[in-house]
């Protein structure tokens, strides 16, 4: 199953953002170790150019552990995550046009 994955980062937590990122950087590669894999993904920025939440597709085989992996990332366990969306994709989801994968 795939999933849109959103989330909302607190404000005032770019120096949070910035110590944790090498560790969530880890986090997606590594599926959270095995708990999905990340298609594709990026962060949010608003007009200034400030980070402002993050996004991700992911493909999983349940729900549960589609939310163990965004729960799991450092940025929402230490709580730089203000928000946490998922949203299931439809079942035709076109993975494969995503050429690189961001976690096996």
């Not at 999905?36 to 999983?60: F, K, N, P, R, T």
């Amino acid at each position: 199953m795939f999933f849109l994955m959103e989330n909302l980062h607190h404000p005032g937590k770019q120096a949070e953002r910035d110590r944790l990122r090498p560790t969530h950087r880890d986090w997606v590669t590594s599926g959270g170790n095995g708990l999905c894999s990340v298609l594709i993904g990026s962060a949010l920025w608003d007009d200034a150019g400030a980070a402002i939440g993050h996004w991700g597709v992911l493909e999983a085989d349940t729900a549960e552990a589609a939310r163990a992996f965004a729960e799991g990332d450092p940025f929402h366990a230490e709580g730089v995550v203000r928000t946490l969306k998922l949203t299931r994709l439809a079942d035709g989801f076109q993975a494969d046009r995503i050429a690189t994968r961001m976690s096996g």
